[in-house]
Every structure is written in structure tokens, then in C-alpha cells.
């Protein structure tokens, strides 16, 4: 059993920056894939970042250049880092993980709230 906690979300002028953590308990962390997905009021919550546990990283395209996605396995912690923020990235962004690269992702924290004001 993986439980993940998210923090760092919080309100932010448009063209500004965040950093969301994510910190998971267990001492296989290493192993886990870890993904960033969100959720916009009256929207289906939607990916936004992945990163495999050897490193490899994957975003939406409506991220890509703006959000970098990394991990720290020493401190069991995967952060999103967002600039560039736009009014259209607020949302409540989750913080997921899972073992096997072909399957759904398995364990979900409860969420942080980003509000981007214009």
C-alpha cells in the first residue's frame, strides 16, 4: 500500500510559478511510476506529467516548456514544477503512482488546489 500526500498548491497571479511535492510513503519508491493529472471544475480530470522510475519523462502538450516534472527517490518526493502559469491551468492536480508501466495508476493522493488568476 503507497499513500501519497500533495502540497505546495496555492494562488498565483497569471505568469507566475509553483512547485507541487508529492510525497509517498514505502520504501519502494524507486520502483513506482509517478504521474501528475488534474481536474478543472466541470472538466474529467486530464494527465499532465509522467515520470518512470528510470527517469524517463512524458506532458501534455499544453504543459510542455512551461512544466518539469522530477523526482527525489532519496526523499521519496516527486515534484511538478510550473511556470508560466495560465489562467486555464487552475485546477485541483493529483499526484499518482503505479508499479507496472502498462497498467492504471493504482494510488492517489488527495490533491491541492492551483488557482491562477488573471
Known amino acids: 500500500q503507497v499513500q501519497l500526500v500533495e502540497s505546495g498548491g496555492g494562488l498565483v497571479q497569471a505568469g507566475g510559478s509553483l512547485r507541487l511535492s508529492c510525497t509517498a510513503s514505502?520504501?519502494?519508491?524507486?520502483?513506482?511510476?509517478m504521474g501528475w493529472f488534474r481536474q478543472a471544475p466541470g472538466k474529467e480530470r486530464e494527465f499532465v506529467s509522467s515520470?518512470?522510475?528510470?527517469?524517463?519523462?512524458s506532458y501534455t502538450d499544453s504543459v510542455k516548456g512551461r512544466f518539469t516534472i522530477s523526482r527525489d527517490n532519496a526523499k521519496n518526493t516527486v515534484y511538478l514544477q510550473m511556470n508560466s502559469l495560465k489562467p486555464e491551468d487552475t485546477a485541483v492536480y493529483y499526484c499518482?503512482?503505479?508499479?507496472?508501466?502498462?497498467?492504471?495508476?493504482?494510488?492517489w493522493g488527495q490533491g491541492t488546489q492551483v488557482t491562477v488568476s488573471s
Open positions: 515520470i518512470w522510475s528510470g527517469g524517463a519523462t
Open positions: 499518482a503512482a503505479k508499479l507496472t508501466l502498462g497498467s492504471a495508476y493504482e494510488y
Open positions: 514505502g520504501r519502494t519508491f524507486s520502483s513506482y511510476y
